[in-house]
């Protein structure tokens, strides 16, 4: 297991823009494939964003073009650069961590992520 650490939440306004950092350790990050998924209230966890081993990237569709996913190994570090926000990505943004052989593959399922953050809240106001 690894231990994961988001950062980087906050209030936005509609529009703007915000970085959210996830740290990683206890277990060598290059195992991992990487996921960012959010939760608004009353709502199920949902899948944002994957990179895997490789680098190779997912996106849900609502969030394509908008956001960018990246990771830094040597660091033990996931991002995901959240540009052109809008009221609807308002939720708590969770890093996860799926061990995989797999180099390229990653996977849009949470239940299949091992290691969770305690998760970040990002708030987009109108």
């Known amino acids: 297991q690894v231990q994961l650490d988001e950062s980087g939440g906050g209030l936005v306004q509609a529009g703007g823009s915000l970085r959210l950092s996830c740290a990683a350790s206890?277990?060598?990050?290059?195992?991992?494939?990487m996921g960012w998924f959010r939760q608004a209230p009353g709502k199920e966890r949902e899948f944002v964003a994957t990179?895997?081993?490789?680098?190779?990237?997912d996106y849900a569709d609502c969030v394509k073009d908008r956001f960018t996913i990246s990771r830094d190994n040597a660091k033990n570090t996931v991002n995901l650069q959240m540009n052109s926000l809008k009221p609807e990505d308002t939720a708590v943004y969770y890093c996860?961590?799926?061990?995989?052989?797999?180099?390229?593959?990653?996977?849009?399922?949470?239940?299949?992520?091992?290691?969770w953050g305690q998760g970040t809240q990002v708030t987009v106001s109108s």
């Open positions: 996860a961590a799926k061990r995989t052989i797999s180099y390229a593959e990653a996977s849009r399922r949470p239940a299949e992520f091992g290691s």
């Open positions: 990179i895997s081993r490789s680098g190779s990237t």
């Open positions: 206890g277990r060598p990050f290059s195992r991992y494939a």
